[in-house]
């Protein structure tokens, strides 16, 4: 029974950890998308600040939900619950914002590489060269 519970628990918190890096990774990425370059620092902000109020009002909740049921399955329902809303609120949203016709610009950033020609490219490989002798 206990080897059983270690690799399920391992197996979950594999999983958790690698769900929970490609949130974090993807937060300023989408924001981006979403609200366009110039907003991405107030729209940062806005969203820690409200990740912190619920890090902060959640476990006194789910406390007392624990003290009204005497487990801790309404909490975890709870909680994933809100996590599915948000991410299917998430979801819709490009296509409400298609109806609404409210598409953020899009900030054109431009890439240049410079035109080399390749003598240029040998002359820098002669200089390198000739360096490290």
Not at 22 to 45: E, H, I, P, R
Not at 55 to 68: E, K, Q, R, S, V
Not at 79 to 92: E, K, N
């Amino acid at each position: 029974m206990f080897l059983t519970f270690a690799y399920t628990a391992r197996f979950f918190i594999v999983f958790f950890f690698w769900v929970i890096g490609v949130y974090v990774g993807l937060n300023s990425v989408v924001l981006v998308d979403l609200l366009g370059l110039a907003k991405l620092t107030n729209a940062f902000g806005l969203l820690l600040m409200f990740q912190g109020l619920a890090t902060f009002i959640g476990p006194p909740i789910f406390g007392w939900l624990y003290d009204g049921t005497g487990s801790y399955d309404i909490s975890f329902y709870v909680a994933g619950t809100m996590v599915a809303i948000s991410g299917a609120m998430l979801y819709f949203l490009p296509l409400v914002q298609k109806c609404l016709g409210r598409r953020p610009p899009k900030d054109d950033i431009e890439l240049s590489i410079p035109d080399l020609e390749i003598q240029d490219m040998v002359d820098m490989l002669d200089i390198g060269l000739e360096m490290s002798w």
